[in-house]
């Protein structure tokens, strides 16, 4: 469902005003997007967040709260998302860097959705979030 409503992270639906783009929220809580790269600026935003108000700054944290063991396989999420990064779990990495947030974005919404995002709409998604 995350690609028919352009929420390749899965986002819930929070009590906050909207994300830029969000058009509704489905049966489940989650958000749905009017294009995908307002689904990947809104999880661009996200981990951003989880870096600078939450001062995460590494794969296992980020994961971490992003896909709690309590709801996931977390481990088995935080070794896939480093496979695809070529980070390592602890390793600190900035996510205002373009291509770091790039690479974030991606691996979670292939994690989560288990397709590859088109390259130019997920750069496009994560400068909107950087912007």
């Given amino acids: 469902m995350s690609l028919k409503y352009n929420n390749p992270g899965n986002i819930r639906a929070i009590d906050h005003d909207d994300w830029d783009g969000q058009i509704g929220i489905d049966e489940h809580g989650f958000c749905i997007f009017d294009t995908m790269a307002s689904g ?13 108000r939450h001062e995460l700054h ?24 480093c496979a695809r ?7 600190y990495v ?27 709409m997920l750069a496009n998604g994560a400068a909107a979030a950087l912007a």
């Fill in 40 to 52: 990947v600026r809104a999880l661009g935003k996200v981990l951003l967040t989880y870096q600078d």
């Fill in 58 to 81: 590494c794969v296992e944290d980020w994961i971490g709260r992003w896909a709690p063991p309590a709801e996931n396989d977390t481990d088995a999420y935080v070794a896939d998302v």
């Fill in 85 to 91: 990064t070529h980070w390592r779990p602890e390793e």
């Fill in 94 to 120: 900035d996510l205002h860097v373009p291509g770091n947030l790039i690479a974030l974005t991606s691996a979670i919404a292939h994690h989560e959705t288990g397709e590859f995002l088109d390259s130019v």
